[in-house]
């Protein structure tokens, strides 16, 4: 049974159907990566060629983006999806044509590269929803609405690399690719026919100008800090937890400890949505941040696995709650004929900061074995808890826009 705060925001009109078609369409992306490392290790074995293809879809996603949010503010979701949903049909079914076909590297990575840029980022499309459904006297209700969302995407990519590993373990990735597209297409496409709850393009041109340089506001900057952040942090703590599993002589431990991590962000993320907090935004994002770097201090001094899983689980409990307040912030911050493009460049710090921190911390780790990789990710969250205090001012709500309270 869902507790009567998410009852209630599922029985406003559309929002079930809307959310429900996003996570579908999320289980795809989070199959694609992985099902990408499957699919070309099986038929080049070369785990080096699978990292390069997929590396290209991962940057193009990360910097493709923000452009095609753009394109959705500018024009509207149900104008801009289905083109961009078509290219990414038409990339993965070429992918997997020259993957069957024997092809160069370069060529699978050219491949990799259009599908990744041409993928839709459903969960900010999702949240921009949540925001035009509950703007104005129901603005109370968009924390609840973003742990929701926080939810769907724990479950996405918890399923996700589930239903794929399975395709590639029983001898099918090219199955397990071609799902994950068309959960991608689906629920994009399910997601475009809704046009009641879509929210509006902006109409003029003098509007998009105003609504662009909310993007600059020192606000929004902070949040997107706080975001490359949390990116180094998980890039960081995906190396460092497997490193410390292979330091104590058993690897197979790391998976236990991913887990902890993973049931317990989606417990917190339940909860958090299940009150109304009175605190600021603001304050409970210096307050959650805090909250992390101090439960991330004991990570390079832990030698034991139960009290490693103790430490990962603290530290993935914190994490919903930071990223909840993060959209409800970004709402707040920037004009919403730029929201969805300003979801999706938040997401593209995220993974930015991974991508830095997977490199990093995987020097640091051969150096100082696991205790560097922790040090990292301690740095990452010790940054944003400055970030989130020093922009405590620049976080206020914008002129027009009413405070949230939550």
Same mark, same amino acid.
């Given at each position: ?10 029985? @406003?009109?559309?929002? &079930? ?6 996570? &579908? ?34 940057? %193009? ?9 753009? #394109?959705?503010?500018? $024009? ?13 049909a038409t990339a993965v079914a070429v992918l997997l044509t020259l993957v069957a076909s024997g092809s160069p590297a370069w ?47 724990? $479950? ?10 399975? %395709? ?81 002589? $058993? ?12 049931? /317990? ?22 307050? /959650? ?14 030698d034991s696995f139960p009290a490693m899983g103790v430490a990962v689980t603290l530290t993935g409990m914190t994490i919903p ?21 300003? $979801?999706?460049?938040?997401?593209? %710090? ?6 830095? &921190? ?24 010790? @940054?944003?808890?400055? #970030?989130?205090?020093? /922009?405590?001012?620049? #976080? ?11």
């Amino acid at each position: 049974m869902l507790p009567a705060t998410y009852r209630h925001l599922l029985r @406003t009109p559309g929002a &079930a159907a809307f959310f429900l078609t996003a996570v &579908a369409g999320r289980v795809g992306i989070a199959m694609t990566s992985l099902g990408l490392v499957w699919l070309i290790h099986s038929r080049t074995g070369s785990y080096a060629v699978a990292g390069l293809v997929t590396g290209g879809f991962a940057v %193009a996603e990360a910097l493709a983006g923000p452009q095609l949010g753009r #394109l959705i503010d500018r $024009f509207g979701q149900a104008r801009v999806l289905p083109p961009a949903l078509l290219a990414h049909a038409t990339a993965v079914a070429v992918l997997l044509t020259l993957v069957a076909s024997g092809s160069p590297a370069w060529l699978l990575t050219a491949a990799g590269v259009a599908a990744g840029a041409s993928v839709p980022q459903l969960g900010a499309l999702s949240g921009a929803r949540w925001a035009a459904l509950l703007g104005g006297g129901r603005s109370a209700e968009l924390p609840t609405a973003f742990a929701l969302e926080s939810l769907g995407n724990g $479950f996405a990519y918890l399923a996700g690399p589930v239903l794929v590993s399975v %395709a590639g373990a029983s001898g099918h990735p090219a199955f397990g690719s071609a799902l994950a597209a068309a959960l991608v297409v689906g629920g994009g496409l399910a997601l475009a026919a809704q046009r009641r709850t879509a929210p509006p393009p902006a109409s003029e041109a003098t509007e998009r100008r105003q609504a662009g340089r909310s993007l600059l506001r020192p606000g929004f900057a902070v949040l997107a800090g706080v975001n490359l952040a949390i990116g180094v942090f998980f890039g960081a703590m995906q190396v460092s937890v497997a490193a410390f599993a292979v330091e104590h002589g $058993f690897p197979a431990a790391a998976a236990p400890l991913y887990a902890a991590s993973s049931c /317990g962000e989606l417990l917190s993320g339940w909860l958090y949505g299940t009150r109304r907090w009175r605190a600021a935004p603001r304050v409970q994002l210096a307050v /959650g941040t805090s909250v992390l770097a101090v439960c991330c201090l004991s990570l390079p001094v832990t030698d034991s696995f139960p009290a490693m899983g103790v430490a990962v689980t603290l530290t993935g409990m914190t994490i919903p709650p930071i990223l909840v307040i993060t959209g409800v912030l970004t709402q707040a911050a920037v004009h919403r004929y730029v929201l969805t493009q300003a $979801f999706t460049w938040l997401n593209s %710090a995220s993974a930015a900061g991974s991508a830095i &921190a997977a490199a990093a911390s995987g020097r640091a780790v051969d150096t100082f074995g696991a205790a560097g990789g922790f040090t990292i990710a301690c740095a990452a969250t010790i @940054t944003m808890t400055v #970030l989130a205090v020093a /922009g405590l001012h620049a #976080l206020r709500p914008s002129p027009g826009k009413p405070a949230i309270d939550t």
